[in-house]
């Protein structure tokens, strides 16, 4: 919304500090995290301080090099090593420290502005479940960029993804038979509505479940729930927060966990 942005210029250094590097942003996309960030606030509820720079991911070119620099030189792809640098911007003088060099040949542009997504798919499977060939892995959302991540690596470690879509009225995704044939086409072992009773699934006993949406969405997903499996949470896209009521957390012995790849990178 245009109460929430404002178009600035500032002037870029003559000359580079110590460790700092010249950035040409070749690519910014938009993800939920930035659309939380931008309203104030980060990961984990903490307030940001505004005005700020918009915008998580990017990929770049390195431009200029300042002293002390070791690891880029110019020519090289980067990307952000750490939020808050922002993204949505043609120019950007950032420290060295602050960014990871990828290959020039690894993927599309527009590919490698989203390679946190990527990561946050691969580590999402990696973490969770202590997955083997021809466990079934549960998750909503799955029309996402972390979705379709989500489903083809699973295709690639003979991991049976079950996608959970929401029907939509109007739109890109209106018509679901040809949502669920694209998301088979990309390795989905089975697409369901997200509506009714998942307990009724034949891959009732998938494992883990992966939860981006929240509110009633999650909630199907923990009543499907094998006991003593988790549903894991790396998003809130409907706004609401998972309501699990007590029982399931006694009785069935279920676990609730939250993912943030930027806390992963953090501690990593």
């Not at 590919?111 to 021809?134: I, T």
């Not at 997200?194 to 969405?217: W, Y």
């Amino acid at each position: 919304p245009s109460d929430m942005f404002e178009l600035k210029s500032e002037a870029i250094p003559g000359s580079l500090e110590w460790g700092q590097i010249l950035l040409s942003v070749r690519a910014a996309p938009i993800n939920p995290g930035d659309l939380a960030s931008n309203a104030g606030a980060e990961a984990g509820g903490r307030a940001k301080k505004l005005p700020h720079g918009a915008g998580g991911d990017f990929i770049a070119v390195v431009m200029k090099v300042g002293a002390g620099c070791s690891v880029v030189s110019e020519g090289d792809w980067v990307i952000p090593a750490k939020p808050g640098l922002g993204a949505w911007r043609s120019l950007a003088c950032v420290k060295e420290k602050e960014v990871i060099k990828i290959p020039t040949d690894l993927l599309p542009v527009e590919h490698a502005a989203m390679l946190r997504e990527l990561c946050v798919a691969y580590r999402l499977l990696e973490d969770n479940g202590d997955l083997k060939p021809g466990d079934a892995v549960m998750l909503n959302g799955a029309t996402g960029t972390v979705g379709a991540a989500i489903i083809q690596l699973c295709s690639l470690l003979k991991l049976r993804a079950v996608a959970v879509v929401r029907r939509h009225e109007r739109g890109p995704n209106a018509d679901f038979d040809k949502v669920s044939d694209r998301l088979k086409n990309l390795g989905a072992a089975e697409v369901l509505p997200d509506e009714g009773n998942l307990r009724r699934a034949k891959n009732f006993f998938a494992k883990p479940k992966l939860d981006c949406v929240g509110g009633v969405s999650a909630s199907r997903l923990v009543d499907s729930l094998q006991d003593g499996c988790p549903l894991v949470c790396f998003g809130c896209l409907g706004g609401h927060p998972v309501s699990l009521p007590w029982h399931s957390l006694v009785a069935r012995g279920l676990s609730v966990r939250g993912f943030s790849l930027r806390r992963w990178m953090t501690e990593h």
